[in-house]
T-cell receptor
Framework: GQSLEQPSEVTAVEGAIVQINCTYQ??????LSWYQQHDGGAPTFLSY????GLEETGRFSSFLSRSDSYGYLLLQELQMKDSASYFC???????????FGRGTSLIVHP | DGGITQSPKYLFRKEGQNVTLSCEQN?????MYWYRQDPGQGLRLIYY???????QKGDIAEGYSVSREKKESFPLTVTSAQKNPTAFYLC??????????????FGQGTRLTVV
């Protein structure tokens, strides 16, 4: 089976930088995705790392280290609207089915 | 605009009744999925389908059933056998192939409450 670990909650202030970590244990690992979900809403795709290294998309960046079975999502210049839950999800083997972690609730304070 | 539509947004069911949640997509995606989300929990996979007329059980399929008669539609039936059906249900789809196949697109969800 698969196992993903994320912190349950992270708090930060507006304008700051925050990092949300994700460690995984799975066989046949292909890549790591990140999704954002506001309360009561639909998860939306943020990024995918199939290779080691950093992927940058605007204020958000995502990192993967296959040797450490570890990845993180980095959010810069935090805004109040970034308050949401963030999920890492693994892609395993040839399947495109994302398997999700329990999510990290990010609370941004003024 | 292309997207995934789930209906209804809120659903109330009496114990012992079956209920069907609708999921329609016009993204021309081959793969579709149903997830269940409980408060403070991640998304758990119920069923998935990678092609029309074929579907597979996910991690928590007991008490649920699906069909995939059309590419656009993947309805989920919550049966009376599901012991704790109150939850937020999310439908998703993806291309299912190639480098772009990793992105899953989600509907707005159906919140089911058993009364």
């Amino acid at each position: 089976g698969q196992s993903l670990e994320q912190p349950s909650e992270v708090t930060a202030v507006e304008g700051a930088i925050v990092q949300i970590n994700c460690t995984y244990q799975t066989s046949g690992f292909y890549g790591l995705s990140w999704y954002q979900q506001h309360d009561g809403g639909a998860p939306t795709f943020l990024s995918y790392n199939g290779l080691d290294g950093l992927e940058e998309t605007g204020r958000f960046s995502s990192f993967l280290s296959r040797s450490d079975s570890y990845g993180y999502l980095l959010l810069q210049e935090l805004q109040m609207k970034d308050s949401a839950s963030y999920f890492c999800a693994v892609r395993v083997g040839g399947s495109y089915i994302p398997t999700f972690g329990r999510g990290t609730s990010l609370i941004v304070h003024p | 605009d292309g997207g995934i539509t789930q209906s209804p947004k809120y659903l109330f069911r009496k114990e012992g009744q079956n209920v069907t949640l609708s999921c329609e997509q016009n993204l021309n995606h081959d793969a579709m999925y149903w997830y269940r989300q409980d408060p403070g929990q991640g998304l758990r996979l119920i069923y998935y389908s990678q092609i029309v007329n074929d579907f597979q059980k996910g991690d928590i399929a007991e008490g649920y059933s699906v069909s995939r008669e059309k590419k656009e539609s993947f309805p989920l039936t919550v049966t009376s056998a599901q012991k704790n059906p109150t939850a937020f249900y999310l439908c998703a789809s993806s291309i299912g192939t190639g480098d772009d196949g990793t992105e899953a697109f989600f509907g707005q969800g159906t919140r089911l409450t058993v009364v």
